[in-house]
C-alpha cells in the first residue's frame, strides 16, 4: 500500500506493462495534488544573472509544500519535483545549490535546495558558503538590496571560464541569486544562470 | 546539584510524553530537571535489527511502527543516517536524534473541589446509563454507551466525570473528529466552572496551567502517556479513529495502565457491541431525549445525476425537493459523496438562490457557514461527510445524493439521519436518499433505524 506523500489518500495501484519490468516511474503524490501545483516556467533577466528559470507559481499548494518541506522538516518531499527538476537540468554543468547558514542547515537537519538536488540524483558542486544567517523572508524589501555579501568562496575554490546554474528553492527578490551570482562572476565565471523550482 | 522539583515544568510536563525542542522553558531549567532525575529522557525513533539485519523503526511518541511511515536520510544534526516517523510530523517532527521528555517527579495532585452547574434533567434511560457507566468506571471495566442520535449522550457522562473529579482524578474525553471537540468545550466550561479544563485540538495554543479535565482529539493524545484515570472516547466510530491503529494504541498510552476507556457512539462496530455485552459494560438507549422515533430514510431514485450535474442540468427531483425547502423556511443540508461533484453543483443551485453554499474538510469557514445557517442567514448548505456527525440545527432537512456511493456506509447513513428532527419542537423531517441504485447499506440503515425505533417503541 502507498500514500500519497502530501494528502495521504491512497495510490491506485494499477497493473502496467511497465510496473511488470520494473521501468515503472514510481508516483509519490496523487493525481489531485500533482494537479493542484501551478506551473509558471517563467524566465527573468537580472543584472548579474543572464537567466532565472523557474518552475512553478507559489500558489496555495506550494506554499503548504514548502510548509511541511522546510519547516516541518519533511525531507521525504524533495523527492516531489524530481523529474521536473531532472528535465530542466539534463544539459547543465556546474550545478550550484545556493546554501543555507551551517547553523540553519543544523536546526533543519538538512539544506533544502541539496535535498532536491540529491533526490533527483542530480550532481553538484558546493562552492559558496553562506555568511549572514538571517533568512531573507524575515526583511524587508529595502533590506534585502542593501545587505552586506551574503556569500563568499569556499576556501581553495578555482572558477573556470564556463557557464554556472545556481539553484535555489524560490525567487522572490531576486537578492539571494544576485549575490551569489556576484561572487561567482567575480571568481572568473563567464555566464551565471539561475533554476528555481518557485517563482514568488 | 538541586534536589527539588520545578512546580511550572511539573505542571506543563506530567503525564506527557513531549519534543525536548518544542518544551516553553529555558534548556537550563529543563537540564537541571533531567539531571535531578525528575525528568526522563528518552529517544524520539528507536531502531532494532530484524534477523535479515534490516533496521526496524518504532516512532517512541505515536508508537507507529509501519515501516513505509518512516523517512531515512543524511541528518545534518546528528551527522549520520537520521529516520524520522511521517505518522505524527505534524506535531513537529520526531527523529532518531529527537529527545523525548518524559516526567518522573512527583504526580500532580489535583484539587477535589468542583461544582456541577448542569441544570437539566436526565431521562430515566439516561439516568440509567449514566449509573452502569459510574459502576463500569468503579470497576476499572470498559464501557459502551450505544445510544441513538439525539438520546442526549454528552449529558449522561456528566455525573460520572463529577464523581471522579471530586476524588481527584484526572480525566480526558476524546474524539477523532475537531468539530466534536469544539462542540464539547463550551458545555463542559458550563457544567463545571471550577474545573480546570483544556481543549486540545491541532492549532489550539497548549497552556501551562494544569488541566484536570481534558477534551482532545484522539491525535494529540499522541503526546500523553499514563496520564488519565479514565478516558472516554466520544463518536469513537468515527474516521480516523476506527481506520488507523496508532490513534486507538494513543488512547491506550494516554490512560494509565488500569484505567478505564469508555466509548460513547450511535453506531458502534459489531466488535465493540461483542466486547461490550461479553463483559456485561453496555447501556443502550435506542430512543431520543424528546422521545419522537428516529426518522426513516425515504429512497427515490435520481437516475444518471453524476452525468447530469456534470452536463450542467440539476437533476428535476432535487431542485424541486430545495426549493421545498426553501419555500417552508426549513434550512437544509445536502450531502455528496465528493469534492468534485459538490462544487459543479452548487453553482447550478446558486442559480435560484444564492445564499447556499459548499463545505467540506479543507475549508476554513466550515465553523462559520454551519453557524450561518443556524441563524438563518444561509438556506443550505451542501457538504461531504464531514458534517455527517457532532452538529444540531434546529428543524434542518437532509438529503444526500448518490446514497449508493460507497462512502456512505450504514452508519454514515444512520448518523446523517441523525441530524433530523433533534430538537424538541420539530422531532420530524425530510430524511431523503437520492439514489442510482439501492445498495445493502441503505437498506441495513433503514433496517436497523426501523429495529431501534421499535425497541425505543416498546419502552
Known sequence: ?200 | MVNHFNEAVQHFLAGRIWHREHIPFLTDLIDEQIKARFINVIQGVTTTKNFLNQSIYKCNRCENHAQFKFTTFHCAKCEGPCAYCRQCLKMGRVSSCTELLIWKGPPISFHKQHENHWQGKLTSLQKKASIELMESTNEKKSHLIYAVCGAGKTEILFDPIYELLQEGKRICVAAPRVDVILELEPRFKAAFPRTPIAALYGGATPKEEPAQLVLATTHQLYRFEGAFDAIFVDEADAFPYTADETLQQAVQKAAKPDAPIHFVTATPTGALIDRATRDQAISTIPRRFHGHPLPLPQYESLWRYIEQIHKGNLPRKLTEWIQKCIENKQPFLVFFHQIELMEKALPLIQQFEPRIEAVHAAHENRKEYVQALRNGEFKGLLTTTILERGITISNVQVAVVGAEQSIFTKSALIQIGGRVGRAKETPGGDFILFHHGITYAMDEAKREINQLNQTGGNL
Open chain 1, 1 to 200: 500500500m502507498k500514500a500519497c506523500l502530501l494528502c495521504e489518500a491512497i495510490l491506485p495501484a494499477l497493473p502496467t506493462w511497465q510496473a511488470l519490468i520494473g521501468i515503472d516511474e514510481q508516483k509519490i503524490i496523487c493525481e489531485s495534488c500533482s494537479k493542484s501545483f501551478e506551473r509558471a516556467d517563467s524566465i527573468d533577466k537580472t543584472t548579474d544573472l543572464s537567466s532565472v528559470t523557474s518552475l512553478y507559481a507559489y500558489n496555495e499548494a506550494m506554499q503548504s509544500y514548502l510548509h511541511q518541506f522546510k519547516f516541518l522538516q519533511d525531507i521525504a518531499l524533495a523527492a516531489v519535483f524530481k523529474k521536473e527538476l531532472q528535465t530542466i537540468l539534463k544539459h547543465q554543468k556546474n550545478i550550484v545549490p545556493i546554501p543555507v547558514h551551517p547553523e540553519k542547515r543544523m536546526t533543519r537537519t538538512f539544506g533544502q535546495v541539496e535535498a532536491l538536488l540529491d533526490y533527483a540524483k542530480i550532481p553538484y558542486l558546493n562552492l559558496l558558503e553562506k555568511l549572514d544567517q538571517t533568512a531573507m523572508g524575515e526583511k524587508t524589501r529595502q533590506e534585502r538590496l542593501r545587505t552586506k555579501p551574503l556569500f563568499q568562496l569556499k576556501p581553495n575554490i578555482q572558477i573556470k571560464h564556463e557557464t554556472y546554474t545556481l539553484i535555489d528553492d524560490i525567487y522572490t527578490t531576486g537578492t539571494t541569486l544576485n549575490h551569489a551570482a556576484k561572487v561567482l562572476r567575480k571568481a572568473g565565471a563567464k555566464h551565471v544562470e539561475a533554476v528555481t523550482l518557485i517563482r514568488a
